[in-house]
């Protein structure tokens, strides 16, 4: 049987970023950014007016902080020492929303923090892309990771075997985001890579790969 698949998430599940981006926002742009709006385009203010950002602009801003700003993102407590162990026996591949002219930045950003790993670059729900990357590597199980709860739908839905682990490590905006455990598309809702890796590890290599508990 072909080694196991690890398909993870960078910002939020690698590497912190949503809290360095508000950090830089407000230094530099002038810019509120309230982490308990989920929406995301709902959630940037003029720091001077108090008005909402139009839509236009928060992309023009957050293509802004990738342009120049990764250099502040730190890895996510127990982050670098759960995938070391994961891929002892695991393949471990990166799937992240960014534009593909990122991937090299987003590669060399990560060995930078000691996460050498491949990155597959996507845009919009991850569901096909990960297909794809099933498709080149025939792996006998798999799980994915991600702090976004549409994308554990949109895999689910194309590939319902996945197993899907939903993990958003920054606490100010984990207690405030959609949970797919809840809503029935991930296997599972463990915030901290001290509880996941137990569970991960188990999905990967255990006898019983239908444990949807959360054990943290």
């Known amino acids: 049987m072909s080694r ?14 949503v809290g360095h981006f508000q950090e830089w926002l ?18 940037m203010r003029d720091a001077q007016t108090g008005g909402l950002l139009e839509q236009a602009r928060v992309w023009e801003l957050l293509n802004k902080f990738f342009d120049g700003q990764m250099h502040r993102q730190t890895p996510v407590e127990g982050a670098v020492a759960a995938i070391a162990e994961l891929s002892r026996d695991a393949d471990v591949v990166v799937l992240t929303n960014l534009m593909d002219f990122r991937r090299d930045h987003r590669v060399r950003q ?7 790993l491949k990155v597959y670059t996507n845009q919009g729900p991850k569901g096909p892309a990960l297909k794809a990357i099933l498709d080149e590597y025939q792996p006998g199980r798999t799980v994915f990771i991600d702090d976004i709860a549409q994308h554990h739908g949109s895999v689910g839905s194309l590939t ?54 959360d054990p943290s």
């Open 4 to 17: 196991p698949l690890v398909i993870t998430d960078c910002d939020e599940v690698l590497l912190y970023m």
């Open 26 to 43: 407000a230094e530099e742009e002038g810019v509120s950014f309230d982490l308990g709006v989920p929406a995301f385009h709902k959630s």
């Open 160 to 213: 319902p075997h996945v197993g899907r682990l939903h993990l958003c490590a920054d606490p100010r905006l984990a207690r405030h985001i959609p949970c797919a455990h809840e809503a029935g598309d991930a296997h599972a809702r463990i915030d901290t890579w001290n509880h996941a890796l137990p569970w991960l590890l188990e999905r990967l290599h255990g006898a019983d790969t239908d444990n949807t508990k």
């Open 110 to 116: 990560l060995a930078d923090h000691g996460i050498d």
